[in-house]
């Protein structure tokens, strides 16, 4: 099936400072990813819906300004976790959908990235 | 508001038997039920899914039974091996341009 790809895997950052979580499609384009977080044993939350070439789509409590999400390119899309606080620590899933496939087909995950803020 | 609720919460299965997890939606306009399976420390893979045209799909050992007018699907998985222990989450959305919505997912035990 279709790679999703993210990095970096593991991060561990002082308090305040920005972390960056890229997530690539490897051999599709993707029009839209979604950007999840899961803390230990629980689901996966959506954060946000990020669009190619425009502005993210924010789930209701999810600050747009702590989480920038930038999807520049149909293969890229960003993840910057900004002045992170020991709060912010979790695991960070971004999704992808095939561009050719549309929104009736299956959504391919990535491996996630666990952020630990010190 | 829970938009699927999946249940049972742990699950513990002896080897060769049968797994099976329930879930329920609310919104009649979902048209598309994947399951996933995660393990720890990695990112969900798909496992099978249904769509409300049919109500059984089987791939290998897992099959998802759907009821339309109950709004309900489960996942069996048959001869339950120790590598399917692992945490199961059912999903919804509709097709068109929204995302899945997530069950609170099912940490499955199988035992030898």
């Known amino acids: 099936g279709a790679v999703v790809s993210q990095h970096p895997s593991r991060v561990i950052c002082k308090s305040g400072t920005s972390v960056k979580i890229e997530c690539r499609s490897l051999?599709?384009?993707?029009?839209?990813m979604f950007w999840y977080r899961q803390f230990p044993k629980q689901s996966l939350m959506l954060m946000a819906t990020?669009?190619?070439?425009?502005?993210?789509?924010?789930e209701q409590g999810v600050e747009k300004d702590k989480f920038l999400i930038n999807h520049a390119s149909l293969t890229l899309s960003t993840l910057t976790v900004t002045s992170a606080h020991p709060e912010d620590s979790s695991f960070y899933i971004c999704?992808?959908?095939?561009?050719?496939?549309?929104?009736?087909?299956?959504?391919?995950f990535g491996e996630g990235s666990r952020l630990t803020v010190l | 508001q829970q938009q699927v609720k999946q249940s049972p919460q742990s699950l513990i299965v002896q080897k060769g038997g049968i797994s099976i997890i329930n879930c329920a939606y609310e919104n009649t306009a979902f048209d598309y039920f994947p399951w996933y399976q995660q393990f720890p420390g990695k990112g969900p893979a798909l496992l099978i899914a249904?769509?409300?045209?049919?109500s059984e799909k089987k791939e290998g050992r897992f099959t998802i039974s759907f009821n339309k007018s109950a709004k309900q699907f489960s996942l069996h998985i048959m001869d339950s091996q120790p590598g399917d222990s692992a945490t199961y989450f059912c999903a919804a959305s509709i097709s068109g341009n929204t995302p899945l919505v997530f069950g609170k997912g099912t940490r499955l035990s199988v035992i030898a």
């Open positions: 990020s669009n190619e070439g425009s502005k993210a789509t924010y």
């Open positions: 249904i769509r409300p045209d049919v």
């Open positions: 051999d599709f384009q993707a029009t839209t």
């Open positions: 999704s992808a959908q095939d561009r050719a496939v549309g929104l009736t087909g299956e959504l391919f």
